[in-house]
């Protein structure tokens, strides 16, 4: 086998504000397995918050390059990247999620299955998928999600935490206008103290939000349990359950834990915690960094397990160089291809697919 890879960059259609941060562009690198004649492609995406900026991946894939090249076919490189595995265990989550992602698309190609199958999923998933709304003023948010309810999304994800209160329930509430039939989520980003916390989330709730993510700082998961606790809507944790041992921390705990393959190692991390969580009363949510259609497709094939999906990052970009998970009328789900589904845009004719 031959393991390579490509950096590019990931421009956002919009620079995306959310409470402790705008964006505008990241670096995606493409790995890519090579083995007799067939590739398989996984994407890491560079992340400050993560401390996975693009030489750290880099550095992190040439080291890695001889233990995968060692091996003699896909198969057995899947069972060595696991997690606890003698390859798996060495590398940062992002990283081990990407290339654990080009040995399950080779994989599957090789077997004319798609990932679901290889996961123990023979139906083929889908679900609708939140879309976000950044920190924007009222007026902004009404049109966008008007725009985005008239396209089919029924889920909207509402970013919260600006210095004065009052702007985010502007919002929410502008939000609810523009698309009176979505269910709506909100996201501050941990920005919240527990008292306002307290104090905000009832209010949220008279709007409509069905759910909240994150809403106090992470790194105190006490206080994140004592707000679910008091909290009038599920509450998610995000920032406060990275690792599988977070995760499992908080079952019961919390309502939902946003299970993010960049941020647990990837499908058999994210399948891990699904089943610390089962029987908890703590659901699974399935959420995303910005990437590309590569990037996500691995999520895709494992949105059956999960009670909330977020997983609208190609959705943000400028331009997707990749295709067939779907998600632009509100819904994601896998082309019916061997693999992971995705194939390079500029390879089809028109440049679009599903």
């Known amino acids: 086998m031959r393991l390579t890879w490509h950096t590019a960059s990931l421009e956002l259609a919009e620079p995306l504000r959310i409470s402790r941060s705008v964006m505008a562009r990241r670096d995606a690198v493409r790995v890519t397995l090579g083995h007799e004649g067939l590739c398989g492609w996984g994407e890491a995406v560079s992340s400050a918050y993560l401390r996975l900026p693009t030489e750290r991946v880099l550095r992190h894939l040439s080291a890695v390059r001889p233990e995968i090249e060692r091996l003699p076919d896909p198969e057995t490189a899947w069972a060595e990247l696991a997690p606890a595995g003698p390859v798996g265990a060495g590398l940062p989550a992002g990283v081990l999620a990407a290339v654990e992602a080009a040995v399950l698309d080779l994989t599957g190609k ?3 299955e798609p990932a679901h199958r290889l996961l123990g999923n023979p139906v083929p998933p889908s679900a609708a998928t939140a879309r976000t709304i950044g920190i924007v003023p009222p007026t902004a948010a009404a049109g966008q999600a008007g725009r985005l309810a008239a396209a089919g999304f029924t889920v909207l994800k509402v970013k919260a935490g600006s210095p004065d209160p009052a ?5 929410v509430e502008a939000v609810r206008e523009g698309a009176p039939g979505a269910d709506l989520l909100l996201d501050p980003n941990g920005a919240w103290t527990e008292d306002r916390a307290h104090a905000l989330l009832p209010r949220f709730a008279a709007l409509g939000v069905t759910a909240v993510e994150q809403p106090v700082a992470a790194g105190r998961p006490e206080v994140l349990a004592r707000v679910a606790a008091a909290s009038p809507i599920p509450v998610i944790a995000d920032e406060d359950a990275v690792s599988y041992e977070d995760a499992a921390a908080l079952a019961g705990r919390v309502h939902g834990v946003n299970v993010k393959l960049a941020k647990c190692g990837g499908v058999r991390a994210a399948l891990r915690i699904h089943a610390a969580l089962h029987g908890s009363g703590t659901d699974l949510m399935l959420g995303c960094l910005t990437a590309s259609s590569l990037g996500i497709a691995p999520a895709v094939h494992l949105v059956d397990r999960a009670r909330w999906v977020d ?3 190609h959705l943000l970009l ?4 990749w295709a067939g998970i779907g998600g632009a009328d509100g819904t994601v789900r896998p ?3 061997g693999g992971l589904g995705v194939v390079p845009r ?4 028109g440049g679009a697919a599903r």
């Open 318 to 321: 400028a331009h997707d160089p």
């Open 110 to 112: 090789r077997a004319g």
């Open 335 to 337: 082309a019916p291809r």
């Open 311 to 313: 997983l609208d990052g």
């Open 167 to 171: 702007e985010d329930l502007a919002r």
């Open 346 to 349: 500029a390879a089809i004719p």
